[in-house]
């Protein structure tokens, strides 16, 4: 019968793969399109609602830049495709931004994207989940009312589905993502059919609102400043490109090509629908203020604004119709399921980390499901402390997004125009010299578009919260340069010196007694099997009549071992073994003293709790004292007997996988 524990564990994650079926996991491209590149059709979902939101600041009649700052953005989401597309044909690895930064610019480089690439996973996570919940509670008020433990619920089953493992996860969210483009684009069409065929006045629900500037009267380097801060926040459709060049292995063969075909159908169908989204809201007349309460000058009493494609779907389905639900629950479930991205992308990542030696090896193991478990749990834990923390609102999130991605996207541009420079001195062939020259342009202008970017996010954001992101970069960049460090220093300590090992010169055994008891007998017996030079028993007095009695036994039955008394006058019994034991080696380092230590098996749990305390609180610290060896010797108790051992080594073999070999 299987535990209580198991039996959930197996519920909610399945049963374990072998694995040689780590085969099995791999995705088609129909399959990765959803998986990898949902983040970024999904961010059409918010980024038009953060452009209208941020150009309100200076009125309703900033809404006319709107075109002009999606049209920018365009221009930024096709270069970084079309630059991330000559990255997965150079790095197949997987490495992605981590792997590129690492090979031209060097380590640190490399662990300034990943630690970029690791807050940017988190921030996908808590804005994705977060963006999902408004728009479900744009139409579901009960949603708005709870949405800081509607997104936690969201997270955690979008953990539990990913420790099922990348294929299922896919297949599961391949209808929803599908669905979600077919309702965006439908809807789109559906308008412009009514506007431009049929003649239909479309209006927004915000469109009859008279709203007023929360800085009026903007010219010059004002006006210039909030565009750029408008862009920057637009600049948010471009987060979960990257993610793809990171999970270039998850492809099946050829994996290159076919990861760059779905980078280049990311592009084109996030593209659309971003321009689609934009224009129809200016075709409506829709407004999506940064405060209604406040910038409402004239409208209906108790106006609850509701999200951008909410008020378009309602201008073109209208209110309370089947089909408007249908366009906000598609929303929501793609926000949802968007970050899926984030939660195939980190554990990767992680695990690449973690085999360089930058981050626990924990996170390098794969679990029952062949999915890297500890990574995506320590995803879910940070995004669920994020969307606590900022109450899951997006607009406050939001500023601390994109500031990670872009360096990542700068940096892995720069590598990459490296790794071509390097390249082409040594190629003769002039077709592969006329294709490396046009990939090192896309990268180059990639490099200068991204750069760009991001100077006017830094600029446009850091005050409103982007600092806390960059803090938080620069806080995982030391930890894993010390972790790395730490690594290192072990690696060096347990390198074996080129002379052969000098082998101890006697071997002094101690045998500790609490009592004359069978586990101390068998001890005893073991300790003089081993045949070392000298052999004590060690008790400690702490009760002279106990002690009395235990003398008084030993002598008694005769055992040709020594039986040496240590006192304690206060009580304590690991400081007088300590001293003992090294007073035995004190003259003669090349020596070692065995310590022997009698242990009771058990076989219930909280028979733990009554038994062996004192031994381990011996043996852990005796494990700092250099030239001791502590060997237990276990006894069985009955209650040993009733354990379900091949339960038990059922769940050891279900444990995790060794980590990397030390290199």
């Known amino acids: ?51 209208l939101l941020t150009l309100s600041i200076a009125g309703a009649g900033a809404y006319l830049y ?17 630059s991330y597309r000559q990255n997965v044909h150079a790095y197949p690895s997987g490495g992605g931004d981590y792997e590129v930064a690492t090979v031209n610019l060097g380590p640190k480089a490399g662990v300034g994207v990943a630690s970029a690439l690791l807050v940017d996973y988190v921030l ?27 997104a936690v619920t969201a997270v955690a089953i979008l953990t539990a589905m990913n420790l099922r493992g990348l294929r299922e996860s896919g297949t599961a969210f391949a209808i929803p993502t599908y669905g979600f483009m077919i309702v965006i684009i439908g809807m789109l069409l559906t308008g412009l059919v009514r506007i431009f065929v049929l003649g239909d006045d479309l209006r927004a629900p915000s469109a009859g609102l008279v709203i007023a500037a929360e800085e009026e009267h903007l010219t010059g380097f004002a006006m210039a400043f909030l565009l750029l801060r408008t862009f920057s926040s637009g600049c948010a459709a471009l987060t979960g490109v990257e993610a793809i060049s990171n999970g270039v292995p998850a492809f099946k063969p050829p994996k290159s090509r076919n990861a760059a075909t779905t980078l280049l159908l990311l592009g084109v169908v996030a593209v659309t629908m971003l321009v689609g989204i934009v224009w129809m809201s200016r075709l409506t007349h829709l407004q999506f203020m940064e405060d209604p309460a406040q ?19 309602t201008a073109i389905f ?51 499901r062949l999915a890297f478990s500890n990574g995506i749990i320590m995803l879910a834990l940070f995004a669920i402390v994020l969307v606590v923390a900022f109450q899951a609102e997006v607009t406050r999130l939001i500023q601390l997004y994109i500031v990670g991605v872009f360096v990542s996207f700068t940096l892995s541009q720069i590598g990459m125009i490296r790794h071509w420079n390097k390249l082409l ?9 006329r294709r490396m020259i046009r990939s090192r342009a896309i990268n180059a ?28 970069m ?14 290192d220093t072990v690696a060096r300590e347990l390198a074996p010196a080129e002379d052969r090992p000098v082998l101890p010169a006697r071997n002094h055994a101690v045998v500790l007694v609490s009592n004359v008891h069978m586990p101390t007998l068998r001890a005893v017996a073991y300790a003089q099997a081993t045949r070392p030079d000298s052999l004590t028993a060690l008790t400690v007095n702490v009760d002279d009549k106990d002690t009395r009695r235990i003398q008084q036994e030993w002598e008694r039955r005769e055992i040709p071992v020594p039986l040496t008394v240590v006192d304690s006058p206060y009580r304590e019994i690991t400081r007088p073994i300590i001293d003992f034991v090294k007073s035995v080696r004190r003259d003669a380092p090349r020596d070692v003293v065995t310590v022997f230590i009698p242990e009771y098996v058990v076989g219930k749990w909280w028979e733990h709790l009554l038994h062996n305390q004192s031994a381990l609180r011996i043996k852990g610290r005796l494990l700092f004292e250099p030239g001791v060896m502590v060997t237990s010797v276990p006894w069985q108790l009955a209650s040993s007997a009733a354990k379900d051992l091949d339960r038990y080594d059922r769940d050891l073999a279900r444990g995790p996988a060794r980590g990397p070999r030390e290199r």
């Open 474 to 487: 620069a806080v995982i960049y030391l930890t894993m340069l010390a972790i790395r460090r730490h690594y």
């Open 318 to 368: 209208g209110d309370g119709s089947v089909l408007l639900y249908v366009v906000a629950g598609a929303t929501a479930l793609i926000l949802f399921l968007a970050a899926n991205t984030a939660f195939n992308g980190f554990p990767v990542l992680g695990s690449i980390l973690a085999q360089d030696r930058y981050l626990p090896r924990q996170l390098h193991t794969r679990g029952d």
């Open 425 to 433: 001195p040594r190629t003769r062939d002039p077709d592969h010299r």
């Open 295 to 313: 910038q409402i000058v004239q409208g209906p009493p108790g106006y609850e604004q509701k999200t951008v494609t909410t008020q378009i779907g």
């Open 445 to 472: 202008f990639g490099a200068v578009m991204t750069g760009a970017v991001l100077i006017v996010v830094l600029v446009t954001k850091f005050l409103l919260g982007a600092w806390i992101a960059i803090a938080a």
């Open 124 to 150: 996908t996570v808590a804005v994705s989940t977060s963006s999902g919940v408004a728009n479900l509670g744009s139409v579901i008020p009960w949603v708005a009312e709870h949405k800081v433990g509607v």
């Open 66 to 82: 709107s075109p002009w700052v999606a049209l920018a953005v365009v221009v930024v989401m096709l270069t970084v495709v079309a």
């Open 1 to 51: 019968m299987a535990s209580p524990t198991s039996l959930l564990k197996r519920l909610l994650v399945g049963r374990p793969f072998k694995s040689d079926r780590l085969q099995h996991t791999l995705l088609p491209k129909r399959i990765a399109l959803p998986v990898f590149a949902s983040d970024a059709l999904s961010s059409v979902a918010y980024a038009p609602d953060e452009i």
